[in-house]
Every structure is written in structure tokens, then in C-alpha cells.
């Protein structure tokens, strides 16, 4: 799973992307909120067990959403996420 973040987004957080797509694709089809300038990608590893629920980014913040994303109802160590990679 990969989590994309920046600005007021944090490396940690409760949405992830099921895979990695160029930056201006997530911005749109995960219908990332305005403070999040998705500057930084980090790859998750979400451990065997936590809850989650899958679903589909619903159009919201003028983006057309669409792409699958996962919401954690389990709080997963701040260790399973990577330290982040530049997305440009």
C-alpha cells in the first residue's frame, strides 16, 4: 500500500492508495484535499489482521476520485511506513 503526503498531510495517516500511480493521477483519482500537495509518497506495510475497509476515492475537492483506497480502522506502527520518496 502506499500513502501520499505533504504540506498539511502527514506521513502518517488512516488513508492509503492500493498501488502507486504519478502524482497528478493520485491528486485525482484518490481526490486528495487541497492542504495535501502529495509532494512525498511512503510505501505501507499494513500487518496481517488490521481492520480496513476497502472502497472506491468518492469525487470530492473538484477531483474526479475513482481510484480504490483503503481507510485503516486499526492504528498499524508509525515504523510500518516508509520515510518517503519525492514523487517529482
Known sequence: MYRYWGGKSARIGAWLSCG???VHAARLGLSLPPGNTAEFVSAVTVPAGTRVQRGTAAPL???PGGFPQVLLLDRI???NFSS???TV
Do not use: I, V
Request: cysteine-free; proline content about 25%; overall charge negative.
Open 20 to 22: 502507486y500511480t504519478p
Open 61 to 63: 475537492f473538484g477531483q
Open 77 to 79: 506502527p508509525s515504523a
Open 84 to 86: 518517503g520518496e519525492p
